[in-house]
T-cell receptor
């Protein structure tokens, strides 16, 4: 079974621009969570989607948004990019409706200049 | 909110020795405790997990113990090998989201 895939793997953007990241979960998994990983803040929860509905949201500004499609694929969007948004963005999927047994993708490395 | 503390931040051991990483969580309602291994350039890999109704779980050279009363859980790696070198993260959850510890960089020297 293929793992979680994320595209693109690397991205360079300029302050003020917006960006969309994509995540394809493991086949059959219906829940997708997004995390931001930085050296200073570690791994922080952004939001979680299940059956196209956002069920949980972390403490990030409204510039961070996401959505999930009927095939469980998910996208996250960051608008008006700031230098501090430079990070590794990780997507994780799980088969159930809880956060148990989350499997992570390789991440998208976003650099904002 | 939930907070997870992880120690030590770095750990160096000789090949064949054991390694122990400890975490403490703040929310007594947390009921799921996974451990992840992250290698350079990769996403975190789930290596073992434990639920609050179990005190210990073992999988070959790795084991996790949970003390619900003290709100502590630990990862034990025996007979360490160079390929165990990575950053290890603990996490706690109430089934909604994972709250991660700050990570432990484990170096295993041949």
């Amino acid at each position: 079974k293929a793992g979680v895939t994320q595209t693109p793997r690397y991205l360079i953007k300029t302050r003020g621009q917006q960006v969309t990241l994509s995540c394809s979960p493991i086949s059959g998994h219906r829940s997708v969570s997004w995390y931001q990983q930085t050296p200073g803040q570690g791994l922080q929860f952004l939001f979680e989607y299940f059956s196209e509905t956002q069920r949980n949201k972390g403490n990030f500004p409204g510039r961070f948004s996401g959505r999930q499609f009927s095939n469980s694929r998910s996208e996250m969007n960051v608008s008006t990019l700031e230098l501090g948004d430079s990070a590794l963005y990780l997507c994780a999927s799980t088969s159930g409706s809880t956060s148990y047994e989350q499997y992570f993708g390789p991440g998208t490395r976003l650099t904002v200049t | 909110g939930e907070n997870v503390e992880q120690h030590p931040s770095t750990l160096s051991v000789q090949e064949g020795d054991s390694a122990v990483i400890k975490c403490t969580y703040s929310d007594s309602a947390s009921n799921y405790f996974p451990w992840y291994k992250q290698e350079l350039g990769k996403g975190p890999q789930l290596i073992i997990d434990i639920r609050s109704n179990v005190g210990e779980k073992k999988d070959q050279r790795i084991a996790v113990t949970l003390n619900k009363t003290a709100k502590h859980f630990s990862l034990h790696i025996t007979e360490t090998q160079p390929e165990d070198s990575a950053v290890y993260f603990c996490a706690a959850s109430k089934a909604d989201k994972l709250i991660f510890g700050t990570g432990t960089r484990l170096q295993v020297f041949p």
